[in-house]
């Protein structure tokens, strides 16, 4: 079964860090290219970055509000994924996904994880 | 950065109504938008891919269209499991970009 369980939520206060991990199984993880999505409380869907995979040089891309204090890396020997968040904004308190990036991508994830909560308060 | 609206933020409808939502690119994004529906504490599943066409086991009754800066997602004959919030997703360039969401409810 294709799988993906966040994980490394939780409460940090503002400034601070918080390292989101995402294991894999159940697929080739070096093959795909893997993205974070968040969805702050009652809010809508906000693209936060992308990895690439090995081929394409494990590239990374980062929306225009996390460029800079956010960071994706990737163990493909450990078949995880990570997300690196650094200085912290109450703005960044959200549900993050990790999402499989689909082969041929058009937009479809295939699967998203569970969701892991990050809330950045004081 | 690609700017992505969505009108209106929020409708009710009635079963069997036909609905219409609108997808906005702030410069021409050619086809490579998605569409995706979203129910209350569930992933986003996507409907439709390159503006138009229909995901696999997605009913008929959803269709989208556009190209460029403008989109639309129409479902024919609104069915009650249809009430969710939609999203609209550029991915022709980066960043990616999702529109703020159209909610359907019941009127």
């Known amino acids: 079964e294709v799988q993906l369980v966040e994980s490394g939520g939780g409460l940090v206060q503002p400034g601070g860090s918080l390292r989101l991990s995402c294991a894999a199984s159940?697929?080739?993880?070096?093959?795909?290219?893997m993205d974070w999505v968040r969805q702050a409380p009652g809010k809508g869907l906000e693209w936060v970055g992308r990895?690439?995979?090995?081929?394409?040089?494990?590239?990374?891309e980062y929306a225009a509000s996390v460029k800079g204090r956010f960071s994706i890396s990737r163990d493909d020997s450990k078949n995880s994924l990570y997300l690196q968040m650094n200085s912290l904004k109450n703005e960044d308190t959200a549900v993050y996904y990790c999402?499989?990036?689909?082969?041929?991508?058009?937009?479809?994830?295939?699967?998203w994880g569970q969701g892991t909560l990050v809330t950045v308060s004081s | 950065d690609i700017q992505m609206t969505q009108s209106p933020s929020a409708m009710s409808a009635s079963v069997g109504d036909r609905v219409t939502i609108t997808c906005r690119a702030s410069q021409g994004i050619s086809n490579s938008l998605a569409w995706f529906q979203q129910k209350p504490g569930k992933v986003p599943k996507r409907l439709i891919y390159?503006?138009?066409s229909l995901q696999s086991g997605v009913p008929s009754r959803f269709s989208g269209s556009g190209s460029g800066t403008e989109f639309t997602l129409t479902i024919s004959s609104l069915q009650p499991e249809d009430f969710a919030t939609y999203y609209c997703l550029q991915h022709n360039s980066y960043p990616l970009s999702f529109g703020p969401g159209t909610k359907v409810d019941i009127k």
């Open positions: 390159s503006a138009s």
């Open positions: 990895i690439k995979h090995k081929g394409n040089s494990y590239t990374t």
């Open positions: 999402a499989r990036v689909a082969i041929g991508w058009a937009g479809e994830y295939d699967p």
């Open positions: 159940g697929f080739t993880f070096s093959d795909h290219y």
